[in-house]
């Protein structure tokens, strides 16, 4: 399929190829859509085994942002971009500031930010090149925490609907991956009084939760027969699967990984017809993208200001649970049916003519 076809099936607007001899540079910027704004979304730097997977990646994940940002009630649009290359091998300074010299030719059109394989420190050098990136350590920093507290909020507004009661009082949570995000969600649920069981495939890890807040450890396979209330998938991607699905016993799927559904259509129907809540993944980890984007308000960065926004995810949920009943599709449709309908009703604004 020739670029343009995929550009066409996604609905892209724009790809840039952005290439550096010396510094060994290979990178592709993806903007999918920019009606809400400019297209806001990480860098990831991976080893792909070649350039058509890593354009295939980069327009998946550029459109999955305009989706995002969208129902996080921003005003951005949707990019992405993908350096191809070892991050454990491949890094340099010059190959950083190359990157940002590219993200800069764009104007403001795309703002990148750090993302799989890229640190806040790489985004340090990037920086040095243009103003069109977030997420630095001197501003918003770490959003685990925040991404984790999204996470906490959206499952309230989950248990509000399944139980007719948003307290987490006695409720039984298994959360699968205690890394960044995992460990910060723990903490809010024993805070709120959850009884928490946790899985790792690092023991350490599972052993810091033990000690520190007194969960159940679990093996990670296990995790997912484990009679609870909610499953909180925190660790990887394609999770929920056909051979995941049937031995879920919990009534709630509400964490922070991304692309939890294996196959989006398939599995989100079939969840749905289990009668198991799913709170659709890029709607509920949103948290981490409301931090990065407030370093744009002017003024720069406020955390209390972005822990509140966070907060709202909550009501953004729950306008996903109430769109999906009315609408009778499975709440994986009815985030992007938010979604769509935001762009669409917002980018009408701009026949408006503004002199
Ligand atoms: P992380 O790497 O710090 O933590 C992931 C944890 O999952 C690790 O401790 C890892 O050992 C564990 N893990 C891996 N495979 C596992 C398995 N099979 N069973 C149990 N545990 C397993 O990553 P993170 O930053 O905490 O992010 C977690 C997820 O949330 C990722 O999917 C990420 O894309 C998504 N996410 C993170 C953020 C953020 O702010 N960090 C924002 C949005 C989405």
Redesign the pocket.
């Given at each position: 399929m020739s670029v343009f076809e995929l550009m066409e099936r996604r609905g892209h607007e724009q790809v840039a190829f952005c290439f550096d001899k010396a510094s060994g540079l290979k990178a592709i910027i993806a903007i999918h859509d920019t009606t809400l704004g400019p297209a806001l979304g990480g860098c990831r730097m991976w080893p792909y085994s070649s350039e058509e997977e890593a354009l295939i990646d980069v327009l998946r994940l550029s459109e999955g942002m305009t989706y995002k940002n969208a129902v996080m009630g921003l005003d951005l649009g949707g990019g992405k971009s993908v350096i191809i290359g070892d991050p454990r091998r491949d890094k340099s300074e010059e190959l950083f500031r190359a990157f940002g010299r590219f993200v800069q030719s764009l104007n403001g059109r795309y703002i990148t930010a750090e993302d799989?394989g890229t640190s806040v420190e790489d985004m340090g050098w990037v920086r040095l090149q243009t103003r069109h990136v977030v997420g630095l350590s001197t501003s918003s920093g770490?959003?685990?925490?925040?991404?984790?507290f999204g996470v906490f909020r959206g499952m309230k507004a989950c248990l509000r609907e399944v139980f007719g009661s948003e307290s987490l009082q006695g409720r039984r949570v298994a959360v699968?991956?205690?890394?960044?995000?995992?460990?910060h969600l723990v903490r809010h649920l024993v805070d709120a009084g959850a009884e928490v069981f946790a899985?790792?495939?690092?023991e350490e890890?599972v052993k810091r939760v033990v000690d520190e807040f007194k969960v159940t450890p679990v093996a990670?396979?296990s995790?997912y027969d484990l009679d609870c209330d909610v499953f909180a998938?925190?660790?990887?991607?394609a999770?929920i699967n056909d051979e995941t699905l049937p031995r879920l016993k919990c009534r709630i799927v509400a964490?922070?990984?991304?692309?939890?559904l294996a196959d989006k259509e398939r599995h989100g129907d079939a969840i749905h017809e289990r009668g198991i809540l799913y709170a659709p993944?890029f709607v509920i980890?949103?948290?981490?993208?409301i931090?990065v984007a407030d370093e744009m308000e002017p003024g720069g960065y406020n955390r209390e200001r972005a822990y509140a926004r966070v907060s709202t995810i909550y009501d953004k949920v729950a306008e996903v649970i109430n769109i999906s009943r009315r609408e009778g599709v499975p709440t994986y449709k009815a985030a992007d049916l938010m979604a769509e309908g935001r762009i669409a009703r917002l980018g009408r604004l701009k026949k408006i003519y503004l002199p």
């Amino acid at each position: 399929m020739s670029v343009f076809e995929l550009m066409e099936r996604r609905g892209h607007e724009q790809v840039a190829f952005c290439f550096d001899k010396a510094s060994g540079l290979k990178a592709i910027i993806a903007i999918h859509d920019t009606t809400l704004g400019p297209a806001l979304g990480g860098c990831r730097m991976w080893p792909y085994s070649s350039e058509e997977e890593a354009l295939i990646d980069v327009l998946r994940l550029s459109e999955g942002m305009t989706y995002k940002n969208a129902v996080m009630g921003l005003d951005l649009g949707g990019g992405k971009s993908v350096i191809i290359g070892d991050p454990r091998r491949d890094k340099s300074e010059e190959l950083f500031r190359a990157f940002g010299r590219f993200v800069q030719s764009l104007n403001g059109r795309y703002i990148t930010a750090e993302d799989v394989g890229t640190s806040v420190e790489d985004m340090g050098w990037v920086r040095l090149q243009t103003r069109h990136v977030v997420g630095l350590s001197t501003s918003s920093g770490d959003p685990s925490p925040l991404t984790a507290f999204g996470v906490f909020r959206g499952m309230k507004a989950c248990l509000r609907e399944v139980f007719g009661s948003e307290s987490l009082q006695g409720r039984r949570v298994a959360v699968q991956g205690v890394g960044h995000v995992g460990y910060h969600l723990v903490r809010h649920l024993v805070d709120a009084g959850a009884e928490v069981f946790a899985a790792d495939i690092f023991e350490e890890k599972v052993k810091r939760v033990v000690d520190e807040f007194k969960v159940t450890p679990v093996a990670p396979d296990s995790i997912y027969d484990l009679d609870c209330d909610v499953f909180a998938p925190c660790a990887l991607g394609a999770v929920i699967n056909d051979e995941t699905l049937p031995r879920l016993k919990c009534r709630i799927v509400a964490g922070s990984a991304n692309n939890q559904l294996a196959d989006k259509e398939r599995h989100g129907d079939a969840i749905h017809e289990r009668g198991i809540l799913y709170a659709p993944d890029f709607v509920i980890n949103g948290g981490g993208v409301i931090n990065v984007a407030d370093e744009m308000e002017p003024g720069g960065y406020n955390r209390e200001r972005a822990y509140a926004r966070v907060s709202t995810i909550y009501d953004k949920v729950a306008e996903v649970i109430n769109i999906s009943r009315r609408e009778g599709v499975p709440t994986y449709k009815a985030a992007d049916l938010m979604a769509e309908g935001r762009i669409a009703r917002l980018g009408r604004l701009k026949k408006i003519y503004l002199p």
